[in-house]
């Protein structure tokens, strides 16, 4: 089982999940008062994300062996602990399972349908053309990222609400892709990669600006529907602080430390979940 879940990336099949129920909690706006009937819709779209998630991140391995061979020579396909037509059994197997667990959840908004239609496709898109084409692979993972939350939100009813918290996931994952990018550029040999094309220090600038479009975003929620001074604002505050200060520190140093820096990064986005969870107590 060791070699599938590495496959699979069970760590982030959990941030899909928790970031749909999150999605679902800050919709409603209930803290933790909620519904048998709601928390069975959010389970089932939280499933519906990780499964197509764990399909989009084995089929990257499947077509990603050769560099991996390079880059990540401990993959489960390079191993050979996993074969590879197993492997894309095992991918579609998700797809499907995924598509099937959000069909009740579709039709109390079928707003969750197109989301997740909108996901599968620019999942496999990213998969056989955009991830080679460097920028605009980063680009399309920051869009799966956001579109989790506002798939959460769908299935709570409310999407709008999510928008803030999508694009800020957007950009701080742009950014962190870009990192990624940075760590890579050696063994890149086969993708046009921002760091290739442009080099290091651009790169740096752009994983910067990305940031710094986040943290901007970050206020939004008090302009829109958290009041400063209630119990879910100052929660808020405390935490976007901490998660604003450690994506800063996420870019400190760049073009130095990049695995620490992208290491970073991850932990932001985990301080910046818990602060959107904070706005489900408003």
Do not use: C
């Not at 970050?218 to 209630?230: E, G, I, M």
């Amino acid at each position: 089982m060791r070699p599938i879940l590495r496959l699979l990336r069970a760590g982030n099949l959990a941030v899909s999940f928790v970031g749909v129920l999150v999605g679902g909690l800050v919709a409603l706006g209930a803290g933790v008062r909620i519904s048998l009937l709601d928390l069975a819709l959010f389970g089932l779209a939280g499933a519906s994300a990780a499964l197509v998630t764990a399909g989009g991140n084995v089929l990257n391995d499947v077509l990603d062996v050769e560099g991996d061979r390079r880059n990540h020579p401990d993959r489960p396909l390079v191993t050979g602990a996993v074969s590879v037509a197993a492997a894309r059994r095992l991918a579609a197997g998700l797809f499907v399972a995924g598509i099937a667990a959000a069909v009740p959840v579709a039709v109390r908004d079928p707003l969750v349908a197109v989301l997740l239609a909108v996901a599968v496709g620019a999942l496999l898109g990213y998969e056989f053309v955009w991830k080679a084409r460097g920028f605009v692979g980063n680009l399309v993972v920051g869009l799966l990222t956001g579109l989790v939350f506002l798939y959460g939100g769908a299935a709570a009813g409310a999407a709008l609400l999510l928008v803030p918290f999508g694009l800020m996931a957007f950009f701080a994952t742009v950014s962190r892709e870009v990192i990624k990018d940075m760590e890579d550029v050696e063994g890149d040999v086969d993708r046009r990669t921002l760091p290739r094309v442009h080099g290091l220090r651009r790169s740096a600038t752009v994983a910067r600006g990305s940031v710094g479009v986040a943290i901007v975003l970050s206020v939004v929620p008090f302009l829109w529907f958290v009041p400063l001074a209630s119990v879910a604002g100052i929660m808020y505050l405390g935490l976007v602080a901490v998660a604003d200060a450690l994506f800063l520190v996420s870019v400190a140093y760049l073009p130095l430390r990049l695995h620490w820096e992208q290491s970073m990064s991850k932990v932001a986005m985990s301080v910046a979940l818990l602060a959107f969870l904070a706005v489900a107590f408003r």
